[in-house]
């Protein structure tokens, strides 16, 4: 079993940054998908980005693209995401996520299509707030 505790949410005003952290008790290097989903009020939770094990690419929606950015560090056992120019349209709950994936197209496509089902572990999330 994972577990996966997520830090860095908060409060901020529009443009600012923010660095969500997550870090795995053990087995990271097991959950080969790794990967931040976010749920905002009204709206389907919605995949935000992903990176795989030893894979120079990274996934980010087209929604944050340009703006966040998505890494791990498999010696701390952690993956960061770095949002910056945040928006309001930003404002939702954030989730890790951890899986088994055979390939990094595995990885990409259900964090793309919102899988989040699909993921074999997840966190308690963190909120992040982005006031105008």
């Known amino acids: 079993q994972v577990d996966l505790v997520e830090s860095g949410g908060g409060s901020v005003q529009a443009g600012e940054s923010l660095r969500l952290t997550c870090t795995a008790s053990k087995y990271t290097r097991s959950s080969s998908c790794l990967g931040w989903f976010r749920q905002v009020p009204g709206k389907e939770r919605e995949g935000v980005a992903a990176i795989y094990n030893g894979h120079e690419n990274t996934y980010v929606s087209d929604s944050v693209k340009g703006r966040f950015t998505i890494s791990r560090d498999n010696a701390k056992n952690t993956v960061t995401l770095q949002m910056n120019s945040l928006a309001p349209e930003d404002t939702g709950e954030y989730y890790c996520?951890?899986?088994?994936?055979?390939?990094?197209?595995?990885?990409?496509?259900?964090?793309?299509?919102?899988?989040?089902?699909?993921?074999?572990?997840w966190g308690q999330g963190t909120q992040v707030t982005v006031s105008s």
């Open positions: 996520v951890a899986g088994v994936a055979p390939n990094p197209y595995w990885c990409w496509k259900n964090t793309a299509g919102g899988d989040w089902a699909s993921f074999s572990y």
